[in-house]
């Protein structure tokens, strides 16, 4: 067995060969502490923004289904408060879809 002086001339290292093992197993267990505690900080993380993320989508959906029912609310007053404009509309609509249905279902002419 060779001594730590002998070690240290043969090598350049003063430590001896089993302490640098154990110190390497030792960072490497702190290596993984760190990397361990990183993931599970990130994961708390993730976790929170999907929360909040999903809350806001719940909010956004709920003022959008408002306005939309507020929408439709003002559109039956104001089509009881002027029904015989709204037929005009609704019959230049019909109109003028029929008409692009009509066109668009002839076969072209042959020339």
Partial sequence: ??????????????????????????????????IERGINAAKVSISEKLEDGKASAERFFKQGRYAVEDGVS?????????????LGIAFAAGAILGLLLSHSSQPPDAD
Avoid: Y
């Fill in 74 to 86: 003002e559109l039956a007053h104001q089509i009881k408060k002027h029904p015989v404009g709204f």
């Fill in 1 to 34: 067995m060779k001594s730590v002086v002998e070690e240290t001339a043969t090598n350049g290292n003063t430590a001896p060969e089993g302490s640098r093992t154990c110190q390497w197993e030792a960072d490497e267990a702190e290596i993984a502490r760190r």
